[in-house]
């Protein structure tokens, strides 16, 4: 499953690099036939089949792979697709034959259709349905994508929501308080993070108010009122503002974030044996199966943002 993960996982790569203009985009051709490879090897390794090095690539697995003449083999589909992306392939890497907008439309296609009708047959699931959070490195994050995915098997999609959004707050706040990001390596910090349980403006005008207090003599009687007023509507913008700088610095979609914060519920937590999380929602909560696909797609991107961005941190020479 973590091989067929990585596979799904170059496949989105491609489409990703086949939508930037060029030349950037010409370097999805490799990275499709990246993904077509490593799925025939893996598949020649499920089924248990030696195949021959030297025979040219569309043999080698096409026809190695055959009933016919591997009896445990299977018939593989897809293989003229597989051939023309394989051609476009080898006149870009060997002879720098750049693909054009069309060859490019017609590679991303080919390795979609092989994929998604070689999947079932080989492994016995659908391509969409390969789990990608096998490739999350943060074993936190990845245990609590399973129980995700188990409660909702369960059909406890209140629980499985709210585990969404724990894996997502612990991926935040393990990077603030990272070691790395305390010497100032981390792109995601932008100062320390603001803590969510604030005083409210009516307690913050209380402490404000000190009408006994020679420095309040004579102040206006609303003037505890307004600074509180306008000392909590900066602290909101402000904690809002950080925590939107910092996704963005991950590259995730704001709008997406948003999406996330509206599907899911939210979360407290209950100490004394432990700090247990507990969640809430408004009435008539009942996000449906898309919705918790879409959040849980959601964390994994994160999780695989914070790993690319953290690969790339390098500290001075000096350190």
Known sequence: MKNLAFIRLLHRQGIEQSLLPEPL????VLTFHDAVEMFLIV????????LKDRDPFIKRFFEGLHPSVFPSGVE?????GVKRLNDLRNGFKHTAGFPGPQAINDAKADTARFLE???PRVFGLTFEGIDLAEVVQHDQTRAHLKRAAHLDAEGKRMEAMGTLAVAFEQLMTDQVNDAEAARGLSAYSFGTRMSQHALRRDQVQ?????PDHASRRGAPTRAAETLAREYTHTRDVTRALQEGMRLMALGVDFHQYQRFTQLTPAVGYTYGNGAEPRYSAEPGYAPNQ???DFCRQFVITVALRLIEINARAVPPSWR
Do not use: D, I
Not at 206 to 210: E, G, I, M, R, Y
């Open 25 to 28: 985009s010409f370097t999805s």
């Open 43 to 50: 598949t020649a390794e499920h089924l248990g089949a030696v």
């Open 76 to 80: 593989l589909q897809g293989q003229y």
């Open 117 to 119: 009708e070689n999947t």
């Open 206 to 210: 209380a402490v404000l108010h000190q």
């Open 290 to 292: 898309t919705e918790f």
